[in-house]
C-alpha cells in the first residue's frame, strides 16, 4: 500500500512553454501532498505543502505565480511549471502524506518516483 | 538554512564491509527518517526513528538518535552492491504532515 504515482517522469520542452506534472495517491487519500525540486548531485528542497481544497503553502524563494499547484482532490495535485525556463530543469519529486494517524510508518510521507524536466 | 549536514558526502567500500553514514540538523524533531535513492530515481523510505529512541533496526540496517548532539547515523552491516545509491536523512519537525527537510545526502559506493 501506500503508492505514489507521478506523470509525466519525464519531459522535455521548449522555453516559454507550460508543463503541468500530475502527483497521485493510488491506494489513500492524502490530505496533503507536498513539491520538492532537486537539481542534480544535490538534495530535495521543498518548494510548497499542498493541502486539498486550500491554497498551497511556498516555501520562501519560491515564486507562486510560475509554480502553480492545485490541490483539487484527494488523491490528485498538480504543479505547474508556467513559462519554463532552462534554469527551472530540475527533477521534481512529489510526496503525499495520509490523514493523522494513518500512515503506516507514522509520520512519514510517500514518495512519487519523481518527473525529470528539461526545459530547452 | 535549515538544511541538514551528512558526512561523508561520498563513501566507497568493498561488499561485505559496513558503511556508516551520519546525519546532523539545527532544531528539534518530531522524528528522523532515513531515505534511498538510485541514481535518477525516487526515494525509498528505510527507517523512521521518533525523537524518545535511541536506536533502531532493519534488517542491516541500523539507525542511532542522539537527540543532545542533535544527530543520527545509519549503519548498513555486510554491504552489497546493490546498496550503491545516495542516502539523505530528513528531519521532521512537528506535526504528523509536518515538512520534511532533507539533508545533503550520502553517495554510496559499494564495490563488489
Known amino acids: 500500500g501506500a503508492v505514489v504515482s507521478q506523470h509525466p517522469s519525464w519531459v522535455i520542452c521548449k522555453s516559454g512553454t507550460s508543463v503541468k506534472i500530475e502527483c497521485r495517491s493510488l491506494d489513500f487519500q492524502a490530505t496533503t501532498m507536498f513539491w520538492y525540486r532537486q537539481f542534480p548531485k544535490q538534495s530535495l528542497m521543498l518548494m510548497a505543502t499542498s493541502n486539498e481544497g486550500s491554497k498551497a503553502t511556498y516555501e520562501q524563494g519560491v515564486e507562486k505565480d510560475k509554480f502553480l499547484i492545485n490541490h483539487a482532490s484527494l488523491t490528485l495535485s498538480t504543479l505547474t511549471v508556467t513559462s519554463a525556463h532552462p534554469e527551472d530543469s530540475s527533477f521534481y519529486i512529489c510526496s503525499a502524506s495520509p490523514p493523522s494517524g494513518r500512515a503506516l510508518f507514522g509520520d512519514t510521507q510517500y514518495f512519487g518516483p519523481g518527473t525529470r524536466l528539461t526545459v530547452l | 538554512s535549515q538544511q541538514g549536514e551528512e558526512d561523508p558526502q561520498a563513501l566507497s567500500i568493498q561488499e561485505g564491509e559496513n558503511a556508516t553514514m551520519n546525519c546532523s540538523y539545527k532544531t528539534s524533531i518530531n522524528n528522523l527518517q532515513w531515505y534511498r535513492q538510485n541514481s535518477g530515481r525516487g526515494l525509498v523510505h528505510l527507517i523512521l526513528?521518533?525523537?524518545?529512541?535511541r536506536e533502531k533496526h532493519s534488517g542491516r540496517l541500523r539507525v542511532t538518535l542522539d537527540t543532545s548532539k542533535k544527530s543520527s547515523s545509519l549503519l548498513i552491516t555486510a554491504s552489497r552492491a546493490a546498496d550503491t545509491a545516495s542516502y539523505f536523512c530528513a528531519s521532521s519537525y512537528g506535526g504528523s504532515q509536518g515538512n520534511l527537510i532533507f539533508g545533503k545526502g550520502t553517495k554510496l559506493s559499494v564495490k563488489p
Open positions: 526513528i521518533r525523537s524518545n529512541e
